[in-house]
T-cell receptor
Framework: EAGVVQSPRYKIIEKKQPVAFWCNPI?????LYWYRQNLGQGPELLIR????????DSQLPKDRFSAERLKGVDSTLKIQPAELGDSAVYLC??????????FGSGTQLSVL | AQSVSQHNHHVILSEAASLELGCNYS??????LFWYVQYPGQHLQLLLK??????LVKGIKGFEAEFIKSKFSFNLRKPSVQWSDTAEYFC?????????????FGKGTKLSVKP
């Protein structure tokens, strides 16, 4: 069974540039999460989807961050414009009918 | 709001030593509790979980955790660590009501096991 796939694995951009991350969850998993993990910290929830609906985006900085999950499968997370403080690992996770979250390898973003 | 506290930022042990990593959470309602592990270069994966029933739960690779409701704690233990246990360990809480589905993580504890 394929796991959660994220791309790119690494991204280096200059501040004020836009950036996008892509996530392909495990087939059949209706719930999809985006987390941000700063260095030395635990993952912090940005947004949670149930199918194509964003059911909790209270922690998403909406002035510069956006996300979408068209057709309730793949998801993209975008930052525009990026700031120095956005440097982090962006994690995608999915969950099927059980309680276990399956995480992708993450996208490590460096904003210069 | 829910929060999770992990007491130790970095723990260094020799092989065969016993391990206990502390985790406390703040939430007054019913919770589901988890420990996730991230081995070097790998993604986060579930180590063990507690939903209800026996407060002592056993996970993979000889790990166990005990839920003590009165202390709002869910400490992770292993009687004898191995070099391969070197990883970062995250405690996480998910409420059974309210923002159901949101998993809140602690800051993590990095475990280094010396061979």
């Amino acid at each position: 069974e394929a796991g959660v796939v994220q791309s790119p694995r690494y991204k280096i951009i200059e501040k004020k540039q836009p950036v996008a991350f892509w996530c392909n969850p495990i087939s059949g998993h209706n719930t999809l999460y985006w987390y941000r993990q700063n260095l030395g910290q635990g993952p912090e929830l940005l947004i949670r989807y149930e199918n194509e609906e964003a059911v909790d985006d209270s922690q998403l900085p909406k002035d510069r961050f956006s996300a979408e999950r068209l057709k309730g499968v793949d998801s993209t997370l975008k930052i525009q414009p990026a700031e120095l403080g956005d440097s982090a690992v962006y994690l995608c996770a999915s969950r099927g009918g059980g309680e276990k979250l399956f995480f992708g390898s993450g996208t490590q973003l460096s904003v210069l | 709001a829910q929060s999770v506290s992990q007491h130790n930022h970095h723990v260094i042990l020799s092989e065969a030593a016993s391990l206990e990593l502390g985790c406390n959470y703040s939430y007054g309602g019913t919770v589901n509790l988890f420990w996730y592990v991230q081995y070097p270069g790998q993604h986060l994966q579930l180590l063990l979980k507690y939903f209800s029933g026996d407060p002592l739960v056993k996970g993979i690779k000889g790990f166990e955790a005990e839920f003590i409701k009165s202390k709002f704690s869910f400490n992770l233990r292993k009687p004898s660590v191995q070099w391969s246990d070197t990883a970062e360990y995250f405690c996480a809480v998910r409420s059974s009501g309210g923002s159901q589905g949101n998993l809140i993580f602690g800051k993590g504890t990095k475990l280094s096991v010396k061979p």
